[in-house]
């Protein structure tokens, strides 16, 4: 009797743990083929009856020796697997994970591990399509000089406490708007939406221009990329807050068309 299921060429469901530090991805060297030698992101086929998330955590504990922080769904990628010689389409789940600082001990299946520099990646001998077409958005996407993007945020908020991983976080979560002179970083803007019982919204966060190239234009420019953006997106609402003593930001809001909501604007600080 024939089997119609056996001739279903289903993908299966395999998971990668993108971690990043200092702006460098985790690499680990496979010790094993498919791809002896070859550089990979840690990960693997997800079990029977496993979340994507628990399949991450777990081969991240397997490979790795260290506990998976917050994975998050950055992208998912259709690739071709490899069983015992059989090749067969995948489609892989790739997760931004924090580990903190735990130290990295490597189980049988990897003989090395490297922090390679986002702006470098594609110069490794990476193992699987899925993965290298992913590190070409991720490069793309990610490559960032955080101690520029550190410098902008203090000339906004010098008490702010940078943390990388929310840096990444946002980029996944909603879109940065960006400005250069050159190589270096002069301009950002960060807008999030939501959706709301009534609507869907987004927040602009903030936009902050280098102080030297203030006076330019670059203020608008951003504003409007996050703004096209929000219409893209078919955002109904945008929303922003700024302080009133920035006079030159808010003329800039009440020029691009926002009008002032007249409401108590209230934060609450969890765990404070």
Known sequence: MKCEICAFNNPKATVAAVIIKNNNLLLVQRNEDPFLGMWDIPGGYMNQGESPEEAVKREIKEELSVEAINPVLIKQVPGKGFWKGKELPIINSFYLLDIGNQKINLNEENSDFKWSPLSDIGSEKISFDSQRNFLD???????????????????????????????????????????????????MGWIFPRQTLLRKEAVVEDIIVDSAYRGRGLGRELLHDLIVWAEENRVEVVELTSNSKRIAANELYKKYGFKLHSTNHYLYRIGN
């Open 137 to 187: 958005f991720l490069k793309k996407e990610f490559t960032f000089d955080l101690n520029r993007v550190r410098e902008l945020v203090f000339e906004l908020d010098s008490l702010a406490v940078f943390k990388e991983q929310s840096f990444y976080l946002a980029k996944i979560n909603g879109f940065l708007a960006t400005r250069y002179d050159g190589s270096k970083l002069i301009g």
